[in-house]
């Protein structure tokens, strides 16, 4: 390692990149861990040496009465005292592991292992906070992001044409709705349908991130009627173009968002070379809403809370009470309600008398779930951030729109419409980012109102 970061020799500078990654693989997870603890510490910034700058930085005396400085060379020569040690205090504020960054990034195969050097990292880090190797993770995340700009990735349409080791990588990191069999994969590559993918030169015939598109008449509710469309309509008569699943490749570009980019990106040109579409939009999981609608309906005695929120109007707790009775009983309509969500078994969703009292409670909820439950003044729910930070608005909520067993898991089959409004997309994001402001259809704000009237009368009682 010492030897990739000191050496300047070209060749002898490409032999110790080569055997400190080729080194790096053949460690354990633990030698790892000790490896890149090691660089976080060792080869950090010299500190002694920055607060001797700054404390020579202190010391200069500023031109007199806060007046400019005339532009002669006499004015010049009494700031390039300033001028030295600010170049200096530059120099010196770079920790000494940013020269193996920089020189692995240029390396052939380099950024690949940066990025699984990354994913390491994290994985560390999930286990054990440690400050040096965050620093270490802030800093090379910062330089991944420079690296991987739009300006340095390309746009790719992937087709059932491609290489089979690029169609493999498809299959083998779709991370949304899995892809079943070749079959499946043909229909998805196929008419009506399109796949792009973000590759880097770098990283050959692997997709950074890919986004897999529907091309549609309406915005879809159930991710079924995607999945399962067939045949699909002609795509002269398509008018809304649905993005139904996106997904990272590489663990390690985590925090990198390069989701962003490549919707921005397949807008643009999904309008152009299809002037029909006027709607984008998405199909979303709501991957955090069962945890926290779960921790609502949880009976006090399973947290210790000495505060439990009536969830439920009278009339609705009074139909989940007699429509329940042949599965579950309990104390009261929230704690049915939390038995029948924990259950991994998911009976509630073939009788239909049951799901129907369910749905206007639980649609209620997910509305106030993603308007309202926030962390840090941004949405709580991690799908709903990454689409509202890029602009989207939440168009509609969805009943037992994904009837796997992931999406019952996750969100009681609930799924989301983003919608991408060309238009509006710039002010959106810019309102979300400076206020936390979330843009909703007036449908959405309506659930959201009815939440509201209970919360009302609750405060009555």
Same mark, same amino acid.
Request: glycine content about 6%; charged content about 25%.
């Given at each position: 390692?010492?030897?990739?970061?000191?050496?300047?020799?070209?060749?002898?500078?490409?032999?110790?990149?080569?055997?400190f990654?080729?080194?790096?693989?053949?460690?354990?997870?633990?030698?790892?861990?000790?490896?890149?603890?090691?660089?976080?510490?060792?080869?950090?910034?010299?500190?002694?040496?920055?607060?001797?700058?700054m404390?020579?930085?202190?010391?200069?005396?500023?031109?007199?009465?806060?007046?400019?400085?005339?532009?002669?060379?006499?004015?010049?020569?009494?700031?390039?005292?300033?001028?030295?040690?600010?170049?200096n205090?530059?120099?010196?504020?770079?920790?000494?592991?940013?020269?193996?960054?920089?020189?692995?990034?240029?390396?052939?195969?380099?950024?690949?292992?940066?990025?699984?050097?990354?994913?390491?990292?994290?994985?560390?880090?999930?286990e054990?906070?440690?400050?040096?190797?965050?620093?270490?993770?802030?800093?090379?995340?910062?330089?991944?992001?420079?690296?991987?700009?739009?300006?340095?990735?390309?746009?790719?349409?992937?087709?059932?044409?491609?290489?089979?080791?690029?169609?493999?990588?498809?299959?083998?990191y779709?991370?949304?709705?899995?892809?079943?069999?070749?079959?499946?994969?043909?229909?998805?590559?196929?008419?009506?349908?399109?796949c792009?993918?973000?590759?880097?030169p770098?990283i050959?015939?692997?997709?950074?991130?890919?986004?897999?598109?529907?091309?549609?008449k309406?915005?879809?509710?159930?991710?079924q009627?995607?999945?399962?469309?067939?045949?699909?309509?002609?795509?002269?008569?398509?008018?809304?173009?649905?993005?139904?699943?996106?997904?990272?490749?590489?663990?390690?570009?985590?925090?990198?968002?390069?989701?962003?980019?490549?919707?921005?990106?397949?807008?643009?040109?999904?309008?152009?070379?299809?002037?029909?579409?006027s709607?984008?939009?998405?199909?979303?999981?709501?991957?955090?809403?069962?945890?926290?609608?779960?921790?609502?309906?949880?009976?006090?005695?399973?947290?210790?809370?000495?505060?439990?929120?009536?969830?439920?109007?009278?009339?609705?707790?009074?139909?989940?009470?007699?429509?329940?009775?042949?599965?579950?009983?309990?104390?009261?309509?929230?704690?049915?309600?939390?038995?029948?969500?924990?259950s991994?078994?998911?009976?509630w969703?073939?009788?239909?008398?049951?799901?129907?009292?369910?749905?206007?409670?639980?649609?209620?909820?997910?509305?106030?779930?993603?308007?309202?439950?926030?962390?840090?003044?941004?949405?709580?729910?991690?799908?709903?951030?990454?689409?509202? %930070?890029?602009?989207?608005?939440?168009?509609?909520?969805?009943?037992m729109?994904d009837?796997?067993?992931?999406g019952?898991? %996750?969100?009681?089959?609930?799924?989301v419409?983003?919608?991408?409004e060309?238009?509006?997309?710039?002010?959106?994001?810019?309102?979300?980012?400076?206020?936390?402001?979330?843009?909703?259809?007036?449908?959405?704000?309506n659930?959201?109102?009815?939440?509201e009237?209970? %919360?009302?009368?609750?405060?009555?009682?």
């Amino acid at each position: 390692m010492h030897s990739a970061i000191s050496m300047n020799k070209t060749g002898i500078l490409d032999n110790a990149l080569n055997d400190f990654s080729e080194g790096y693989f053949g460690l354990s997870n633990e030698n790892r861990r000790i490896l890149l603890l090691t660089l976080a510490r060792e080869y950090d910034l010299n500190r002694k040496q920055v607060r001797e700058l700054m404390k020579q930085y202190l010391e200069l005396e500023l031109p007199s009465s806060g007046k400019p400085v005339e532009i002669t060379h006499e004015g010049e020569g009494s700031l390039s005292a300033f001028y030295r040690i600010e170049r200096n205090l530059r120099h010196s504020l770079k920790p000494m592991y940013e020269v193996l960054f920089e020189r692995l990034n240029t390396h052939p195969g380099g950024l690949r292992f940066l990025s699984i050097m990354r994913a390491d990292i994290l994985s560390f880090l999930a286990e054990e906070n440690i400050v040096s190797l965050r620093a270490l993770d802030s800093y090379l995340k910062e330089k991944l992001i420079t690296w991987l700009s739009p300006a340095n990735l390309q746009l790719h349409n992937i087709t059932w044409d491609d290489p089979a080791s690029l169609l493999e990588k498809i299959v083998a990191y779709e991370a949304v709705h899995p892809i079943s069999n070749l079959l499946d994969l043909k229909r998805r590559l196929g008419v009506g349908r399109r796949c792009f993918g973000y590759l880097h030169p770098s990283i050959p015939g692997e997709p950074l991130i890919f986004i897999e598109v529907a091309l549609l008449k309406n915005v879809a509710k159930t991710i079924q009627e995607v999945l399962l469309d067939d045949p699909p309509i002609p795509e002269c008569e398509a008018a809304c173009a649905l993005f139904y699943s996106i997904s990272s490749t590489q663990p390690g570009l985590s925090g990198v968002n390069l989701g962003k980019f490549l919707i921005k990106r397949v807008i643009d040109l999904v309008r152009r070379d299809m002037p029909g579409i006027s709607i984008f939009a998405t199909l979303s999981p709501i991957p955090g809403y069962m945890q926290w609608l779960l921790s609502k309906l949880a009976p006090a005695e399973i947290f210790n809370s000495t505060f439990i929120e009536n969830l439920l109007k009278p009339e609705e707790e009074s139909a989940i009470l007699d429509a329940a009775k042949e599965f579950t009983t309990g104390k009261d309509g929230m704690e049915v309600i939390w038995k029948l969500l924990s259950s991994t078994s998911y009976q509630w969703i073939n009788s239909e008398k049951l799901s129907l009292v369910l749905s206007t409670p639980l649609m209620k909820l997910c509305a106030r779930y993603l308007l309202q439950e926030k962390k840090r003044g941004k949405a709580l729910d991690s799908v709903g951030n990454f689409h509202l %930070q890029n602009g989207a608005m939440i168009g509609r909520i969805n009943w037992m729109a994904d009837r796997s067993e992931n999406g019952l898991k %996750q969100s009681a089959g609930i799924m989301v419409n983003y919608i991408y409004e060309v238009e509006h997309i710039e002010e959106n994001a810019e309102s979300y980012f400076s206020m936390g402001k979330i843009q909703a259809s007036d449908e959405v704000k309506n659930y959201l109102e009815c939440q509201e009237d209970l %919360q009302e009368e609750t405060k009555v009682d």
